[in-house]
């Protein structure tokens, strides 16, 4: 049932003891690498400076743009002669940041990894399908090699080619697989063209899913659709990358792995502390690593500890599935919307489809909001009448949510273009 007993069932006073240990040492590497070894000198702080856990708030915040300001050599805390591998973000919110790992990095990534995978289910007997783009993203690599250090046979399927995903699976009888929430729904439409029923004709069981985020209702989804459990993974490259972060089989939360991560948890407004339990901003300092240590990123990652402990036995703390990212936040006439609040709404609706797409625009100082909604065939060679009752209710759902009325365009399946990486949930033309 465990991968490592002892570290993950450890006792909470253990735990913190472990984990000043592993942050003094995380000091003494950082002020090894440029960034750091300034910020410390102007803040007169060093390894001694730490005395408790509390003591991390004597550090200054590190950001993205922290990063960016520093490419690409400026966080590396040891001989560039140390260093083995090198991955990037997505780039999702501007230029990609990159990360520097030494062997032993590589090494504990992948423990993390195959803890994850082993938690949720996966053995040595599974054949495991990475679907996830290999290179310099994290989601391949990462999987991949925690796969194998679990013993499964590895399918490095990569992202994308939907027609040969699904003849690799039948082919090779695979068990497990590894994908992005919103291409798993793409490829449920694949699976309807060619006529065949993943549940029938399929032997997944397990799916880890994550990269971006999705709603509880579209995990369902997906897993009535496939018949296999999905497990959410979360995870961010500056922090490795997948393996942060993951559920147990009782998917109520993701336990965050608190040997290799210090976790915070603050009021991105004031940037202080919230109380146990309260929603606000990730912050992660990294515990092991040796290349490239990163303290108290800030994430722009909005979650809550879950600080009740789980029945799984496990100690370390779960985090709820991520809300969003404070800057994915829409300001609509004035009104704060999470695109996941939308998801959420229109997973609910029977008869509304696998994809759908927010696009903003402006109109004459008014600001307009458009959610395209792909929704089953058979509402277009069906009566018109049906249409447009889906539209009233969909659009009376979501003015509920979000309190604007947004306009609704019905359209049908597989009409919004998806792409292999992390969907594009929001095309916002209100900038000139
Ligand atoms: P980028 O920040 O450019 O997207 P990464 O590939 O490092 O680069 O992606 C990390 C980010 O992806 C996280 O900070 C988070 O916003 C999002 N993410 C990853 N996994 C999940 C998940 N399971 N649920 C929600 N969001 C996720
Ligand atoms: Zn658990």
């Avoid at 591998?85 to 062997?103: D, E, L, P, Y």
């Avoid at 985020?213 to 296999?228: C, F, L, N, S």
């Avoid at 942060?244 to 202080?272: N, R």
């Avoid at 049908?412 to 929001?426: L, M, T, Y």
Wanted: hydrophobic content about 35%; charged content about 30%.
């Amino acid at each position: 049932m465990y991968w490592e007993k002892d570290v993950e069932t450890i006792d909470r006073k253990n735990l913190e003891k472990l984990q000043l240990k592993k942050l003094k040492n995380t000091l003494n590497k950082a002020v090894n690498s440029y960034y750091y070894g300034k910020a410390f000198k102007e803040k007169g702080i060093n390894a001694n400076s730490v005395k408790s856990l509390k003591d991390i708030q004597k550090i200054p915040f590190t950001t993205k743009d922290d990063l960016r300001e520093h490419w690409p050599y400026g966080f590396v805390a040891v001989s560039k002669d140390d260093l083995v591998r090198m991955h990037s973000s997505s780039g999702t919110t501007g230029r990609a940041t990159v990360v520097f790992h030494t062997t032993n990095d590589i090494t504990v990534w992948t423990n993390l990894l195959a803890r994850c995978m082993y938690m949720a289910g996966m053995r040595k007997s599974d054949v495991f399908q990475n679907m996830m783009t290999y290179g310099l993203f994290t989601g391949g690599l990462g999987f991949h090699y925690g796969a194998e250090k679990i013993g499964a046979l590895v399918i490095p399927a990569g992202s994308g080619n939907s027609k040969r995903q699904i003849q690799l699976m039948m082919d090779f009888a695979t068990t497990v697989i590894h994908v992005i929430p919103s291409y798993a729904l793409h490829l449920s439409t694949v699976f309807t063209e060619l006529k065949l029923d993943p549940r029938k004709d399929t032997k997944v069981r397990i799916a880890f899913v994550g990269a971006e985020p999705h709603t509880e209702k579209m995990r369902r989804k997906i897993e009535a659709i496939y018949g296999y459990q999905a497990f959410n993974s979360y995870g961010l490259s500056e922090m490795n990358g997948p393996g942060v972060a993951f559920e147990c089989p009782y998917q109520q939360g993701m336990h965050i792995w608190e040997d290799s991560f210090l976790v915070e948890i603050i009021d991105p407004k004031t940037l202080q502390p919230v109380a146990d339990g309260e929603e606000g901003e990730l912050v992660m300092t990294t515990l092991q690593r040796e290349g490239m240590p990163i303290l108290r990123y800030r994430t722009k990652d909005l979650t809550r500890i879950i600080p009740e402990p789980c029945s799984c036995g496990r100690t370390h703390r779960r985090i709820e599935r991520i809300k969003g990212r404070t800057d994915d936040m829409l300001i609509i006439k004035g009104v704060n919307i999470f695109p996941m609040q939308i998801e959420k709404r229109l997973m609910e609706i029977p008869g509304v489809g696998t994809n759908f797409l927010i696009v903003l625009e402006r109109e004459e100082f008014n600001d307009s909001l458009t959610v395209k909604v792909e929704v089953g065939k058979e509402f277009f060679s069906g009566e018109l009448k049906q249409l447009e009752m889906l539209r009233k209710k969909i659009s009376e759902e979501l003015k509920s949510e979000i309190l604007i009325t947004p306009k609704i365009d019905l359209v049908e399946p597989d009409s919004i273009p998806k792409g292999e990486g992390k969907a594009v949930r929001v095309i916002d033309n209100r900038r000139d």
